[in-house]
């Protein structure tokens, strides 16, 4: 019998074969836990596809919590297979932040085992021609050192996780780059590859980060179970599948969190006393002072030691609240409930997570995947982007926001977004009602931002008002962004049409009409986000809308500011006089035709309020 002999070479050919398949191993696993891994590779080709075409610069955009860790998992294994020796991946400066992804990347099997920055710094490793993942945070000194490793190395990836926040150029109308945007550019400077992900694209958009074309996109699809926009803040909010409790606005902090924990204790017990035991956690979003959180910490734990020792003269008033707030909400198992926070309520685990707290891992993943029944997580800025929470069953916003809402951080913090399904009857919101409305109208505008961007041969219009702000202003570039202030046109189209004025003059609702001439002149004429748009904004109900006789331009003569045969006028067409104030005193939205008596027209929309529409030239 013949005994084969040691052959490196086939055993080497062997181990790359078996590395070829990295990304299909991967779908098999996902698909073995039961996950949709169509809507993954949907992306991942189309990742791939834009990289053979040579776009070098684009985005991936994912709801909050839709699973884009793992997409950003399945697609470096696909980056590797194709050949990519080097993949960074680029997270926020948060140390938890990046504990938690480094670890869901190494917990994946994916080869190479993705490294810490740190780790390969040591003179003693030498990148050579192997292939690795390498994670570092988006700070200036960790980006210098990796910046130095890599010198020479060519073709490396960039996954840029949470791609809006600091990657943008802050500087971008000063001629200048911002420290990060920098760092990053000198990442992909030598051939390299731009992917940002994000469930906030409008700043990459509006600050033209990295050179990212918005035609290039990838839309990253939601999974069946996943809870979102549609769930939390709908339209109407009379019948919600979760509790929605506003907070007034002038409540002590020290109340709310009370208030916020009673609830959140009840609604444990009664889970648990009824189903398999879990542990829950609550997110007490106070502010981005540490000096809040502190005063918060400290609050929960007098609250825990009251509960827990009978003789603190808070003991019987605390637990009496418990049972009334039991029995009001869970009529016949108050005692039962009651019971069950007495019995376990030394099985409590408060985390603060903010900047003071970052050396403290161990806390933070406690906080994050929930150890004990009674999980109490206390942050501000650094909750409130990129970390998931495993079994959040309530959240509390503490305070009231005074100035603008910015849209891509109010999305971001978005946390209950997710696969919440299994017990969102039993999630509460515990928030002042003037904060939940601004944060409706960021998911509104956003949508309707993201519908706009359906549009053939159209970049996104994003959306923002005196309340609500679509990103920072340092990151728009000015050279590059369109700003309509209250008064939009659209594509022009042939004119007279018959059937279109009697659309005009005809009856129906005001917001009817406007679909029909939608229908009859298509999208680019009459865009299908702007529809949606006034249909979401009605306060008056169809009092609200006019659609206008149309008027002509003809007497006008052409000058620096008039333009006939294009139908523009620097300052607009639609004054008090079009507007027909005194006839329509509810109306806030206009829809008017202007024609050129050339056979031309084109449809007009004003706004009558602080609303701007911005979009790239």
Same mark, same amino acid.
């Given at each position: 019998?013949?005994?084969?002999s040691?052959?490196?070479?086939?055993?080497?050919?062997?181990?790359?074969?078996?590395?070829?398949?990295?990304?299909?191993?991967?779908?098999?696993?996902?698909?073995?836990?039961?996950?949709?891994?169509?809507?993954?590779s949907?992306?991942?080709?189309?990742?791939?596809?834009?990289?053979k075409?040579?776009?070098?610069?684009?985005?991936?955009?994912?709801?909050?919590?839709?699973?884009?860790?793992?997409?950003?998992?399945a697609?470096?294994?696909?980056?590797l297979?194709?050949?990519?020796?080097?993949?960074?991946?680029?997270?926020?400066?948060?140390?938890?932040?990046?504990?938690?992804?480094?670890?869901?990347?190494?917990?994946?099997?994916?080869?190479?085992?993705?490294?810490?920055?740190s780790?390969?710094?040591?003179?003693?490793?030498?990148?050579?021609?192997?292939?690795?993942?390498?994670?570092?945070?988006?700070?200036?000194?960790?980006?210098?050192?990796?910046?130095?490793?890599?010198?020479?190395?060519?073709?490396?990836?960039?996954?840029?996780?949470?791609?809006?926040?600091?990657?943008?150029?802050?500087?971008?109308?000063?001629?200048?780059?911002?420290?990060?945007?920098?760092?990053?550019?000198d990442?992909?400077?030598?051939?390299?590859?731009?992917i940002?992900?994000?469930?906030?694209?409008?700043?990459?958009?509006?600050?033209?980060?990295?050179?990212?074309?918005?035609?290039?996109?990838?839309?990253?699809?939601?999974?069946?179970?996943?809870?979102?926009?549609?769930?939390?803040?709908?339209?109407?909010?009379?019948d919600?599948?979760?509790?929605?409790?506003?907070?007034?606005?002038?409540?002590?902090?020290?109340?709310?969190?009370?208030?916020?924990?009673?609830?959140?204790?009840?609604?444990?017990g009664?889970?648990?006393?009824?189903?398999?035991e879990?542990?829950?956690?609550?997110?007490?979003?106070?502010?981005?002072?540490?000096?809040?959180?502190?005063?918060?910490?400290?609050?929960?734990?007098?609250?825990?030691?009251?509960?827990?020792?009978?003789?603190?003269?808070n003991?019987?008033k605390?637990?009496?609240?418990?049972?009334?707030?039991?029995?009001?909400?869970?009529?016949?198992?108050?005692?039962?409930?009651?019971?069950?926070?007495?019995?376990?309520?030394?099985?409590?685990?408060?985390?603060?997570?903010?900047?003071?707290?970052?050396?403290?891992?161990?806390?933070?993943?406690?906080?994050?995947?929930?150890?004990?029944?009674?999980?109490?997580?206390?942050?501000?800025?650094?909750v409130s982007?990129?970390?998931?929470?495993d079994?959040?069953?309530?959240?509390l916003?503490?305070?009231?926001?005074?100035?603008?809402?910015?849209?891509?951080?109010?999305?971001?913090?978005?946390?209950?977004?997710?696969?919440?399904?299994?017990?969102?009857?039993?999630?509460?919101?515990?928030?002042?009602?003037?904060?939940?409305?601004?944060?409706?109208?960021?998911?509104?505008?956003?949508?309707?931002?993201?519908?706009?961007?359906?549009?053939?041969?159209?970049s996104?219009?994003?959306?923002?008002d005196?309340?609500?702000?679509?990103?920072?202003?340092?990151?728009?570039?000015?050279?590059?962004?369109i700003v309509?202030?209250?008064?939009?046109?659209?594509? #022009?189209?042939? =004119?007279?049409?018959?059937?279109? &004025? *009697?659309?005009?003059?005809? @009856?129906?609702?005001? /917001?009817?009409?406007? %679909?029909?001439?939608?229908?009859?002149?298509?999208?680019?004429? #009459?865009?299908? =986000?702007?529809?949606?748009?006034? &249909? *979401?904004?009605?306060?008056? @109900?169809?009092?609200? /809308?006019?659609?206008? %006789?149309t008027?002509?331009?003809?007497?006008?003569?052409?000058?620096?500011?008039?333009?006939?045969?294009?139908?523009?006028?620097?300052?607009?067409?639609m @004054?008090?006089?079009?507007?027909?104030?005194? %006839?329509?005193?509810?109306a806030?939205?206009?829809?008017?035709?202007f024609?050129?008596?050339?056979?031309?027209?084109?449809?007009?929309y004003?706004?009558? @309020?602080?609303?701007?529409?911005?979009?790239?030239n």
């Amino acid at each position: 019998m013949k005994t084969e002999s040691f052959d490196l070479s086939k055993i080497k050919e062997t181990s790359i074969s078996l590395n070829r398949t990295r990304y299909e191993r991967r779908l098999e696993i996902l698909q073995h836990l039961g996950q949709d891994t169509g809507r993954i590779s949907s992306v991942v080709d189309g990742a791939i596809g834009n990289i053979k075409n040579d776009r070098r610069s684009f985005v991936i955009y994912g709801e909050p919590q839709s699973g884009k860790t793992e997409l950003m998992i399945a697609l470096t294994a696909r980056l590797l297979d194709e050949g990519y020796k080097i993949i960074i991946a680029l997270m926020n400066d948060s140390v938890q932040l990046l504990g938690q992804n480094l670890e869901r990347f190494q917990r994946s099997g994916l080869s190479p085992a993705p490294k810490k920055f740190s780790e390969i710094l040591t003179p003693e490793i030498n990148l050579g021609s192997r292939e690795w993942v390498i994670f570092c945070k988006k700070n200036s000194k960790d980006l210098q050192k990796l910046i130095t490793k890599l010198k020479g190395q060519k073709n490396i990836v960039v996954l840029d996780d949470e791609a809006d926040f600091a990657t943008p150029n802050s500087k971008v109308n000063r001629q200048e780059r911002s420290t990060i945007n920098d760092l990053t550019g000198d990442l992909i400077s030598n051939q390299g590859i731009y992917i940002g992900v994000t469930a906030t694209p409008a700043r990459l958009d509006l600050n033209n980060t990295h050179n990212n074309v918005n035609d290039d996109w990838l839309d990253f699809p939601i999974h069946a179970k996943y809870t979102g926009q549609d769930v939390f803040f709908p339209l109407d909010i009379s019948d919600l599948s979760y509790r929605l409790t506003f907070t007034p606005a002038n409540q002590e902090m020290s109340e709310s969190i009370q208030k916020a924990l009673f609830s959140f204790m009840v609604n444990v017990g009664y889970l648990n006393i009824n189903n398999p035991e879990e542990n829950y956690s609550l997110l007490i979003h106070t502010s981005g002072k540490t000096s809040d959180h502190s005063i918060g910490y400290r609050q929960l734990v007098g609250i825990f030691e009251a509960i827990k020792e009978d003789t603190n003269t808070n003991h019987s008033k605390y637990l009496e609240a418990i049972w009334k707030l039991a029995k009001t909400r869970y009529p016949g198992h108050e005692d039962q409930v009651t019971a069950y926070i007495v019995g376990n309520s030394e099985r409590h685990n408060l985390v603060v997570m903010n900047s003071d707290k970052d050396v403290n891992a161990a806390d933070n993943r406690t906080g994050t995947s929930p150890t004990s029944p009674f999980t109490v997580v206390i942050g501000g800025n650094i909750v409130s982007r990129g970390v998931t929470f495993d079994n959040l069953l309530s959240m509390l916003f503490a305070r009231d926001v005074v100035s603008k809402l910015q849209q891509d951080t109010y999305i971001q913090r978005a946390r209950m977004f997710g696969a919440r399904g299994k017990y969102l009857q039993y999630f509460e919101l515990m928030i002042p009602e003037a904060l939940f409305l601004d944060w409706q109208k960021c998911f509104i505008f956003h949508r309707l931002s993201l519908e706009s961007r359906k549009l053939v041969n159209e970049s996104p219009v994003w959306l923002d008002d005196n309340r609500v702000t679509a990103v920072a202003a340092n990151s728009i570039d000015k050279a590059r962004v369109i700003v309509d202030k209250g008064e939009m046109s659209f594509a #022009l189209f042939d =004119y007279p049409n018959t059937d279109l &004025e *009697s659309i005009i003059a005809g @009856g129906g609702t005001a /917001i009817n009409k406007i %679909k029909q001439i939608s229908d009859l002149l298509g999208t680019e004429r #009459l865009p299908t =986000y702007l529809i949606n748009y006034i &249909e *979401s904004f009605r306060p008056e @109900g169809d009092n609200s /809308i006019v659609v206008h %006789k149309t008027s002509t331009i003809s007497g006008y003569r052409d000058s620096a500011e008039v333009d006939r045969a294009t139908i523009t006028r620097t300052r607009g067409f639609m @004054g008090n006089d079009q507007l027909e104030v005194d %006839k329509y005193p509810d109306a806030i939205h206009h829809i008017k035709l202007f024609e050129n008596g050339m056979g031309q027209a084109r449809v007009f929309y004003k706004y009558q @309020g602080r609303i701007r529409f911005l979009k790239t030239n």
